[in-house]
């Protein structure tokens, strides 16, 4: 009596294989999209498993299967980038990277999305927008954007500060606005808010933002062409549909504040 049932659970099993193999198939003749990658979260980092994760991950993913695509994630060293790109390691460069800081130096699809800076300080801190940072101690992680606001390498609105000290994890930097080392402390909107939330109410943000960049996808000049252009429009669908909003709000980010609406001008 038991035969049916278990003539069944075969037949499902069995429907459930072939489904797998006819996927792993047909993912297997798709084309694949070899992507360089920074470890820079949340952009782009490794989950618990150490499988690649973040924003542009995910967007990558999601754009890939539209365009019939197989994403390949590949940590380089950054420093390198350019040789990756030309000796064809990889076939584009996709992880936060900075499109008015290198205008010219490669193929760009994008804007897709903007990166803000943010400065967090204590809740009862006399501190409430950037001129009142003048003559403050203040801190970042060491080569980060933030870092290059507060030592004046990148143009900004923050005005001439007492001290500037640069950690090398984001637990220093945290530590040392908790203990008072610091005045304030700034770095990548995602990291920072999270710190705020999780703060129990003990610090806060201001509303101005000391940097703002334009995030691309960069390609060789002179290769992948048709790609590029695919990409493009791929990014724009993605964006007027909502999917991007959706992604960036899963990290914690504003989408009002970060999704680029529409083409460059």
Known sequence: MFKKP????????????????????QEASLPQLIIGCNNYEPYYYADADGEPAGMDVDLAKEACV?????PVFRQ????ERDAALESGEVDCLWSCLTMDVLPDDYA?????????????????SQIYALKDLEGKRAA??????ASGVFLHEINS?????????????????????????????????????AFVKGGNGNYRLLEESPY?????????????????????????A????????????????????????????
């Open 238 to 265: 993605m964006e007027a549909d909502g999917t991007i909003t959706r992604i960036v709000e899963k990290y914690g980010l504003d989408a009002a504040k970060v999704v680029w609406k529409g083409a460059r001008k």
């Open 140 to 145: 970042a992680q060491a080569t980060t954007k």
């Open 66 to 70: 539209r365009m019939g695509y197989v």
């Open 108 to 124: 760009w699809v994008g804007p897709y999305m903007r990166s803000r800076q943010v400065v967090a300080v204590r809740s009862d």
């Open 76 to 79: 380089i060293n950054w420093n």
């Open 6 to 25: 278990l003539i069944f659970v075969c037949m499902t099993v069995i429907v459930f294989l072939l489904i797998c193999g006819c996927a792993a198939k």
């Open 212 to 236: 703002v960049s334009e995030l691309g996808v960069a390609f060789e000049k002179g290769t992948h062409q048709d790609l590029a252009e695919r990409l493009t429009e791929t990014l724009r």
């Open 157 to 193: 609105p923050v005005p001439q500060l007492k001290q500037v000290n640069c950690f090398s994890t984001t637990e220093e930097l945290f530590a040392a606005l908790r203990k008072g080392y610091v005045d304030a402390i700034a770095g990548h909107e995602a990291m920072i808010t």
